[in-house]
C-alpha cells in the first residue's frame, strides 16, 4: 500500500510540474494577448552601442522601471479599460535610427506619450528632421536632453533633465562669484550642442564677475579627443594664468585633460561639468595636485537615497544591480582596446556606479508614473487627443516648480512651466588634493520661488549611537543614546536642528530629548579644535514592518531637518569607513548603518486665492539596520509546537479501539498550541506575520490528525475497503511532509532576510563588531 501511495505521490509531482510547465507559456501569451489588447502605448526611446564594449546597464534599469511601472498602473481598477503598454526603441547612438524611431512612433495611432531620447547631438537632428510633426500631433514629449534651447518652439516637449540655463550655469556662476574667481577658463568638446551652449552661457557672464580667459573646443572621435588640441588647449590656459578651468568633456577626454594637465603643472581648480561617477576612480584624477569640483543630482558622497534604502531593505521580487554586461562579440575584445574600468563592475548593488544606473533608469520608470497618474485622474471617456493634452497641461500646472510635485520612486519631480525642463538645482561636490572620493562643498545652494539662489551650509556631522535600548514593538518606539559632532564653522546652533522623528511627550508637548554639550565653545584641549560635541539621550518613532516577524530585519533611524527654512542646512558625514561600527543592545543584531537623505516638501494651499504651492526642503537619517535575534523564539515557541505535534502525531499508534483516548491527546494538543498563541507576546500590526502562520500550520497539522482519527472509527467510511491504511499513511506520512515543509519556509524566511541586507561599500560589520552590539 506505501508503494501505491508513493506512486500516486509521485504522479501527483508529475502533474504539478507538467501544469507549472504549461503555465510559464501561458503566461507569456497571457502577457502578449495584454500588450496586443492595450489600448494606449508609451514610446521609450534609449540609447546603447551596438558594438560597445559593455551593454550599459542604465539602459537595461531604464527598461526594468518602465515596465514595472507599467505593471503596476495596469493593476489599477482606472486602468481596466484602458490598459498601457510600454514600446522600446534602440536608436543605437545614430542620429537616422533617433529619427527613424520618433517617426514610427509619432505615425502609431495609440501613443499617449513619448519618453526618452538622450544625447545633445541625436536630439537636434530629430527636433529639426521631425519638429514640425512632434508640434503638429501635439504628443507629450519628455526628453532626456539638457540642452534645452532647441525645445523652445515645441509646447509639447519637455526633458527630465535640469537645464543649463536655469540650473547648471546659475548655480556655477554663483560659485565663480562667492569663490572670487575672476579668471576662468572654459574647455569642451567640439561640434556638441551642449558644449556650445555652456560655453555661450557662462561667456554671457549668467551672473559671473568676469567673462571667461580661454575658451577651447576639442575634437573629440569615438570618446578619445585629439591630442594636439588638447596639448594646445591646456598651455594656453596656464599661459593665461585662469584661477579655474571648467571642463564639459566625457569621462576618457577628461581622464587626457587631466594627465596632460598634470604633466604641464597645472594647478588650477577644475570644475567638472559633467556628471560622470568614474573619473573620480582613475590614477589621473588622484594624481591632480588641486582640486576638483562637480555638480551633484542624483547620488551624493557618502549619503544614500533614503527610499532607496528603505525599498531595499523591504525585500520583494525587486531587481537592484544593474551593471554593465561584457558584449562579448565587441571588437574591442579581440584587438584589445576594450578594458574593464578602473572602478570595476559592480557587483553591489550599492555602487555608486550601479546607483547611478538605477537614478537613471528609476527617473524613465517616474516619467512613465507621471503619465499613468495624469490618466488615472482623466474621465475613462476623453478622446485620445484630449487625454493627450491633458498631460501636457498637468505637467505645466499641477507639477509646476513651487506648485506641485509628483512623487516618484526615489525622487520628486516638478518642472519650470516656461523653460519645461525639470526642477532640481545641483549640489557642488569637491575632491579635494590628497584626498579620497568627493565630498559636499562648505557652500551649497537652493532656488527660492522667485528664482534667485540662496545660500545654504553644509554641516560637517557625525551621529555614533553607543546603545539602542527599549525597543517597543507595539508603541513603535525605541530609545537612543549618541554622540554629535559637528563643524564648528558651519555656524548652524544644535537649537536649529530639528530631530523629526522624536517621540513627543503627551505631558510637555515637546520631544523626549536630552541635549547635554560635552564642547560646545569647539575649544582645544582633550577634544580636536573647531568640532562642537554633544552627548544626547531621546526617545524616537520607528516604521518597522512585521510581515517576517519574529526573523525581521528593521531599520531603526535618526532623522534630522533645519527648524526654521531661512537656515536650512545639508549634512555631509564621514566616510562609511570611518564611522564607528560598535553598539550596544538586547536582543538584537546590527547588521548595517548608513547616512540617508531625501527632499520633502510641504503642500500649501492659499486659502484666500486657492493658490498651490510646495515649501521643499531637504532631511537626512542616520540609519542602523538591525536583525532581531530569534533565540528566544525558538525557545518559547518553535520547540514547544514541535512537542505539541510529536505528541499528537504518535497518538496515531494507539490502538483504534482507544478512540477517545486519542482524540482526547488530539484536542489537549491542539487547546495547548491555541493557548501558547496567546500567552506569547505579539507585536502592534493588523497583518499576519511569520509566527501566526506558525501557529496556523500546527492548527492545520494536528486538526488532520484529528480529522483521520474520526474517519478511521467512522462506520460508514470503515466500510471502504483498504482506506483505513491510506489515513494510517496519510497520517505517517502526510503530517512530517507538512511540518517539513513548514520548517523549510522557516529557514528561508530566516536566511532570504540576512541576504537582503546590502551593505554599502566599507560598511558591513564583521563578526567581532557583531558580537559587541549584542
Known amino acids: 500500500m506505501l508503494r501505491q501511495l508513493a506512486r500516486r505521490a509521485a504522479s501527483a509531482v508529475v502533474m504539478l510540474i507538467a501544469a507549472s510547465t504549461l503555465l510559464c507559456p501561458q503566461r507569456a501569451l497571457a502577457d502578449t494577448a495584454d500588450a496586443a489588447a492595450a489600448k494606449y502605448s508609451i514610446k521609450v526611446f534609449v540609447s546603447e552601442s551596438r558594438d560597445g564594449c559593455f551593454s550599459s546597464g542604465s539602459v537595461a534599469a531604464m527598461k526594468y522601471y518602465v515596465n514595472r511601472r507599467i505593471s503596476e498602473l495596469n493593476a489599477l481598477p482606472e486602468f481596466s479599460g484602458r490598459r498601457l503598454r510600454a514600446d522600446i526603441y534602440n536608436d543605437f547612438r545614430d542620429n537616422d535610427t533617433a529619427i527613424a524611431n520618433v517617426r514610427k512612433a509619432l505615425d502609431d495611432p495609440t501613443t499617449l506619450a513619448m519618453i526618452g531620447l538622450s544625447g545633445s547631438s541625436r536630439g537636434k537632428a530629430v527636433f529639426e528632421a521631425v519638429g514640425e510633426d512632434i508640434a ?400 544626547i539621550t531621546g526617545k524616537f518613532m520607528s516604521r518597522p514592518d512585521f510581515s517576517r516577524y519574529p526573523f525581521d530585519t528593521q531599520l531603526f533611524s535618526i532623522e534630522l531637518k533645519p527648524k526654521d527654512g531661512e537656515a536650512a542646512f545639508i549634512i555631509q558625514p564621514p566616510p562609511a569607513a570611518m564611522r564607528d561600527r560598535v553598539l550596544e543592545t538586547d536582543g538584537w543584531v546590527l547588521r548595517d548603518q548608513y547616512v540617508g537623505y531625501d527632499g520633502d516638501y510641504i503642500p500649501i494651499t492659499d486659502a484666500r486665492s486657492d493658490a498651490k504651492s510646495i515649501v521643499p526642503f531637504y532631511k537626512a537619517e542616520f540609519g542602523y539596520v538591525m536583525q532581531r535575534e530569534a533565540t528566544d523564539y525558538y525557545l518559547r515557541v518553535v520547540i514547544p509546537l514541535v512537542f505539541i505535534l510529536i505528541v499528537a502525531f504518535l497518538s496515531i499508534f494507539i490502538p483504534r479501539e482507544n478512540f477517545e483516548a486519542i482524540v482526547t491527546i488530539q484536542v489537549t494538543a491542539l487547546l495547548s498550541a491555541v493557548a501558547l498563541y496567546f500567552s506569547i507576546p505579539k507585536v502592534g500590526t493588523d497583518a499576519a506575520t511569520v509566527s501566526d502562520r506558525i501557529f496556523l500550520v500546527d492548527y492545520l497539522a494536528v486538526s488532520i490528525m484529528i480529522a483521520i482519527s474520526i474517519a478511521r472509527v467512522n462506520p460508514l467510511l470503515r466500510k471502504a475497503r483498504g482506506l483505513d491504511r491510506v489515513l494510517k499513511a496519510v497520517h505517517v506520512l502526510g503530517t512530517p511532509l507538512l511540518v517539513a515543509a513548514m520548517a523549510y519556509y522557516l529557514a528561508s524566511m530566516h536566511f532570504s532576510q540576512q541576504a537582503q541586507v546590502w551593505y554599502g561599500q566599507d560598511t558591513q560589520i564583521s563578526e567581532s563588531e557583531t558580537a559587541n552590539s549584542k
Open 136 to 535: 503638429k500631433r501635439n504628443i507629450p514629449f519628455i526628453t532626456d536632453q539638457s540642452v534645452t534651447g532647441s525645445l523652445a518652439p515645441f509646447p509639447n516637449v519637455f526633458t527630465m533633465r535640469p537645464s543649463q540655463e536655469s540650473e547648471r550655469v546659475p548655480v556655477i556662476s554663483q560659485f565663480l562669484k562667492d569663490g572670487k574667481y575672476a579668471r576662468p577658463a572654459f574647455i569642451g568638446i567640439s561640434d556638441n550642442p551642449g558644449s556650445a551652449e555652456a560655453a555661450r552661457l557662462l561667456r554671457d557672464g549668467q551672473g559671473a564677475q568676469s567673462s571667461l580667459v580661454a575658451e577651447h573646443a576639442i575634437p573629440v572621435k569615438d570618446g578619445a579627443p585629439s591630442m594636439m588640441d588638447l596639448k594646445a588647449a591646456v598651455q594656453d590656459i596656464k599661459a593665461k594664468d585662469a584661477d579655474i578651468v571648467l571642463v564639459q568633456l566625457g569621462s576618457a577626454a577628461m581622464e587626457e585633460f587631466l594627465k596632460e594637465a598634470t604633466a604641464q603643472q597645472l594647478r588650477s581648480p577644475v570644475f567638472l561639468l559633467t556628471d560622470g561617477e568614474r573619473i573620480f576612480f582613475s590614477q589621473a584624477a588622484k594624481d591632480y595636485d588641486a582640486a576638483l569640483y562637480q555638480l551633484g543630482w542624483s547620488t551624493l558622497p557618502f549619503v544614500y537615497n533614503s527610499r532607496l534604502r528603505r525599498q531595499m531593505l523591504d525585500g520583494g521580487s525587486a531587481r537592484w544591480l544593474f551593471a554593465d554586461v561584457k558584449n562579448s562579440a565587441a571588437q574591442g575584445w579581440k584587438d584589445g582596446s576594450c578594458k574593464i574600468p578602473p572602478e570595476g563592475i559592480p557587483e553591489n548593488p550599492l555602487d555608486p556606479v550601479n546607483l547611478r544606473a538605477i537614478s537613471r533608469g528609476a527617473a524613465y520608470g517616474d516619467m512613465t508614473g507621471l503619465v499613468g497618474e495624469t490618466t488615472k485622474l482623466s474621465p475613462p471617456e476623453l478622446s485620445l487627443a484630449e487625454l493627450r493634452a491633458r498631460i501636457i497641461e498637468a505637467i505645466k500646472s499641477d507639477y509646476a516648480t513651487g506648485r506641485g510635485a509628483y512623487r516618484g520612486k526615489f525622487d520628486d519631480w516638478s518642472f519650470h512651466p516656461m523653460g519645461r525642463t525639470a526642477s532640481k538645482t545641483p549640489m557642488v561636490l569637491v575632491k579635494n588634493r590628497g584626498m579620497d572620493g568627493k565630498r559636499l562643498a562648505g557652500r551649497q545652494y537652493a532656488k527660492l520661488r522667485n528664482d534667485t539662489l540662496h545660500e545654504i551650509k553644509t554641516i560637517y556631522m557625525d551621529v555614533d549611537v553607543t546603545r539602542l535600548f527599549r525597543i517597543d514593538d507595539d508603541e513603535k518606539s525605541f530609545f537612543a543614546e549618541f554622540f554629535l559632532t559637528m563643524n564648528a564653522d558651519s555656524g548652524i546652533p544644535v537649537s536649529s536642528i530639528n530631530f523629526s522623528n522624536a517621540f513627543l511627550d503627551a505631558e510637555d508637548g515637546g520631544p523626549k530629548l536630552t541635549i547635554q554639550p560635552l564642547n560646545e565653545a569647539a575649544g582645544g584641549g582633550i577634544y580636536p579644535e573647531n568640532v562642537r560635541i554633544y552627548k
